[in-house]
């Protein structure tokens, strides 16, 4: 393949003159300034390419700066609603621990105050039974059977009636040993479902924060790709509007130098066929 010859030399070749002449031409300081021209244009590609390059990196540490505050918030407010969390728990455990307690004590209370009042019960009963019989001369001896019998249905009726308070005070114990129960496990699944859910919004904020990150990750990347191939394109259009223009002027002082050099040759030959 035959080398390309150069403008200095097409030059040479066209006027006849030496190459080291070329320098001085107009030829040539067109073709520099068309050079000139076309690397000012290439040097603004470059500032450009290179600004918005910049300034998509400098977008995207803004949004990982702004990701950073954005995960800080989100444990600031995870950690904020668990104390909350927890504070709420531990007051309606308190409220309901000290319900039970209060009527644990009120119930014990109750029950021996009744169980008091029926021993009393039972001691003026069973005093006035024995006066009874004692004035019917059925202390001793006579009638042992009706005393038995009657000792017996007092004996036998404060022992129903103790039976029934203590049953009654078992019962209250129960209900509320059931209240305890069903109240902490209402509890601990009310709160146990706000952990959870906090756990869930939690989670789901910092994974969108990091699909976000990554989106701009990617979207810089992209963004720098595209710059790079329309930088590309730009030097590509450039060099070959440069190519253009130069051979335009080439063409066109080699028209000019045609005709400076055949005209005269013309006009003498035309002179001397007039």
């Keep these: 393949m035959a080398k390309r010859m150069s403008a200095r030399e097409r030059w040479s070749k066209r006027t006849g003159k030496s190459k080291k002449e070329y320098k001085g031409t107009l030829e040539y300081k067109a073709r520099k300034q068309i050079k000139k021209y076309y690397e000012k244009k290439k040097g603004f590609v470059r500032k450009k390419a290179k600004w918005e390059t910049k300034k998509l990196e400098e977008d995207f540490q803004r949004i990982l700066r702004e990701a950073d505050v954005a995960k800080s918030q989100t444990e600031e407010d995870w950690v904020r609603n668990m104390k909350n969390i927890t504070e709420n728990k531990a007051a309606d455990l308190e409220s309901i621990d000290y319900y039970v307690r209060t ?109 976000q990150t990554e989106k701009a990750r990617m979207g810089k990347e992209h963004g720098i790709k595209d710059i790079s191939l329309a930088k590309k394109e730009s030097y590509f259009d450039l060099k070959s509007a440069r190519r253009t223009d130069q051979a335009q002027s080439e063409a066109m002082f080699a028209e000019q130098y045609m005709r400076d050099k055949y005209q005269p040759l013309l006009w003498n030959y035309l002179q001397k066929g007039a």
Excluded: P
């Design 103 to 211: 009527n644990r004590g009120r119930t014990q209370e109750d029950l021996d105050t009744s169980l008091r009042r029926e021993a009393r019960r039972y001691d003026l009963t069973m005093g006035r039974t024995r006066e009874s019989l004692a004035t019917r001369r059925l202390t001793f001896g006579g009638l042992g059977g009706v005393r038995a019998k009657e000792e017996g249905l007092v004996t036998e009726e404060h022992t129903e009636k103790k039976l029934d308070i203590e049953t009654a005070g078992k019962r209250s114990f129960q209900d509320i040993a059931r209240y305890e129960f069903e109240k902490n496990r209402a509890v601990e699944m009310r709160f146990g479902q706000e952990e959870s859910l906090l756990g869930q919004k939690k989670r789901f904020a910092l994974e969108n924060i990091g699909l």
